[in-house]
């Protein structure tokens, strides 16, 4: 069973524009990780907000984390082309169990 | 410094053959896992190692097994392979202190 699920599925906005996806998860967490993985390339890891944390910022990435709604969002701004990517939030029940949401893929249009 | 490598890169068996997967991380990191990526289902987590010596079962372990070799590999194999494990599968390791997970770049298995 996916502990997240991201929405949107795809998300399509033209270059210079903010980019933001959410994630819902199920359980407590000690902490929610956001990664980004380009077309056939493996997971890069870019962000992380611990459950005493609500927001967090790194460049242009913004994320925040609503454990009462089981919540976390990320922003991207000032979209680039090359953010093209799938991003996926990833959360830990325990020490080493990271379960993986289904995926938001953003297309940024030059 | 290469990170996670992941081999093959690609492989494509017939159903029944068995094969394994292999996995190196050159960072002294002391967890490995494996997970599998299927369209719409995101990664799934099937096996994990948090040292050496230890393997623990994950998500969706059925029709797998894993080997820990040594702290920097960390092996998986199909015995009998089946159409439903076609997929691209991913070897990670992480650090002790951090939960971060460093990431190969996949191994792309067809299952015919």
């Known amino acids: 069973s996916q502990q997240g699920e991201e929405d949107p599925q795809a998300l399509s906005i033209q270059e210079g524009e903010n980019a933001t996806m959410n994630c819902s998860y199920k359980?407590?967490?000690?902490?929610l990780q956001w990664y980004r993985q380009n077309s056939g390339r493996g997971l890069v890891h870019l962000i992380l907000?611990?459950?005493?944390?609500r927001e967090k910022h790194s460049g242009r990435l913004r994320v925040t984390l609503d454990t009462s709604k089981k919540s976390s969002s990320l922003l991207i701004t000032a979209s680039r082309a090359a953010d093209t990517a799938s991003y996926f939030c990833?959360?830990?029940?325990?020490?080493?169990?990271?379960?993986f949401g289904t995926g938001t893929r953003l297309k940024v249009l030059a | 410094n290469a990170g996670v490598t992941q081999t093959p890169k690609f492989q494509v068996l017939k159903t029944g053959q068995s094969m394994t997967l292999q996995c190196a991380q050159d960072?002294?990191?002391?967890?490995m896992y494996w997970y599998r990526q299927d369209p719409g289902m995101g990664l799934r987590l099937i096996y994990y190692?948090?040292?050496?010596?230890?393997?623990d079962k994950g998500e969706v372990p059925n029709g797998y097994n894993v080997s820990r070799l040594n702290k920097r590999e960390f092996s998986l194999r199909l015995e009998s392979a089946a159409p439903s494990q076609t997929s691209v599968y991913f070897c990670?390791?992480?650090?002790?202190?951090?939960?971060?997970?460093?990431f190969g770049e996949g191994s792309r298995l067809t299952v015919l």
């Open positions: 990670a390791s992480g650090r002790d202190r951090g939960p971060e997970l460093f």
């Open positions: 907000i611990r459950s005493n944390e």
């Open positions: 990833a959360t830990a029940s325990g020490t080493y169990k990271y379960i």
């Open positions: 960072m002294n990191h002391n967890s």
């Open positions: 190692s948090a040292s050496e010596g230890t393997t």
């Open positions: 359980t407590s967490i000690n902490n």
